[in-house]
């Protein structure tokens, strides 16, 4: 049975988190308004193009720049709710100074990969200005996949310590159940998420020869070898149901919309702002607008897909396992360890939510355990 008090929490912790979330959307898109109303966008573009004038350099320095004004700007929110909010619920074990060097990371790992991307994307619009879109939507689509396929070797180390897991037992079982799945992996390791938070967490990372089973330290040492085979059973899921080349597809198309979106909004900001054409380093903001407008207009739709799927992977890990007692006090420990609303409103679920919520899943399990 669930803690009560956990659940009060849960409810108080995710109200935060949803009016932080809006708060951020609306302050980034005021922001980002200002920058091209105020002309302080024209203005930068010509600091820019003062120290340099070659193009692709030029288009570095204007992201950089704007980037850690963006980050300047936001770290009061940024630390309230990564460091104060979670510590105020019991959620981090993280010092102040481990915090800051994780944002630090990962503001310059955002920097570089942001920077490569944005290069790409001026570089489309440079060769192929009305056809740029397309193009940019295909780079996209390959860029995730690359990025998926190296973030266990390359990235995730940067932020997190893996090591194999120790436990015999728990291994072999883990892997006869991929056995089962017909599905190759690359070993099961157990992420430190201690030093950090209290969470539990639990995933296949990584893309053909980078698959791994990866146990957080915080799951592993709470949960029992039953609990944790359902909760993989789940991620195998995705595995077998090709869920992630399915959401891979998925983003090719909605990448495609848009881009194509973006480039409407880019030609018409243009012509009212009297920018010189789809380039003009002044339009950037243009294009942040755009790609953001859109990614909001379309993230019920997302996240209405992407329950769909998890329900086919709960499904699926009820039926490899036949264990709905492991499956719902696996969710009922997640629910109070996470700090996960059990029942959050209908409209948030709709909006908010990219997998059904804990008390879906539990209905789910005892549907299982007791069969009309």
């Known amino acids: 049975m669930m803690d009560p008090t956990r659940q009060q929490k849960a409810k108080e912790y995710a109200r935060i988190k949803h009016r932080l979330f809006a708060l951020e959307i609306i302050l980034t898109a005021l922001g980002l308004v200002l920058v091209l109303t105020t002309g302080l966008s024209v203005w930068l573009r010509d600091v820019v193009l003062s120290i340099t004038t070659q193009p692709f350099l030029a288009i570095a320095l204007y992201f950089t720049i704007g980037m850690i004004g ?15 909010l979670p510590h105020r619920y019991d959620l981090s074990n993280q010092s102040v100074q481990g915090w800051v060097r ?19 994307l001026y570089l489309f619009m440079y060769l192929t200005p009305q056809w740029w879109w397309l193009i940019a939507a295909t780079f996209i689509v390959i860029f995730t996949v690359v990025l998926a396929n190296l973030s266990p070797i390359l990235i995730m180390p940067l932020f997190f310590k893996f090591i194999p897991l120790d436990d015999a037992e728990l291994v072999q079982r883990l892997m006869r159940l991929t056995e089962r799945a017909k599905t190759r992996v690359n070993g099961v390791y157990t992420m430190i998420l201690s030093d950090r938070t209290t969470a539990a967490n639990a995933a296949f990372m990584g893309l053909g020869n980078t698959k791994r089973i990866v146990l957080g330290d915080t799951l592993y040492g709470n949960f029992t070898h039953d609990e944790i085979e359902t909760i993989l059973a789940h991620e195998l899921a995705h595995q077998v149901h090709h869920d992630i080349w399915r959401a891979i597809a998925v983003q090719a198309i909605l990448s495609v919309v848009g881009f194509y979106f973006t480039d409407l909004v880019l030609r018409a900001g243009v012509a009212y702002f009297g920018f010189d054409g789809i380039t003009d380093l002044a339009a950037m903001p243009l294009l942040a607008l755009g790609l953001g407008a859109f990614g909001l207009l379309t993230m019920p739709l997302g996240n209405w897909y992407s329950r769909q799927r998890e329900v086919a992977a709960d499904q699926y890990a009820l039926e490899m396992t036949r264990n709905p007692q492991a499956f719902i006090s696996a969710f009922e420990k997640l629910a109070d360890q996470n700090l996960a609303e059990i029942e959050p409103e209908a409209w948030v679920e709709w909006l908010l939510y990219d997998h059904p919520s804990i008390g879906k899943r539990l209905e789910m399990g005892h549907a299982f355990q007791t069969p009309a």
């Open 70 to 84: 963006y980050g300047i700007l936001f770290l009061p929110m940024a630390f309230y709710s990564g460091f104060i």
């Open 102 to 120: 994780d944002a630090v990371k990962g503001g310059v790992l955002s920097l570089v990969l942001g920077t490569l991307v944005i290069e790409g």
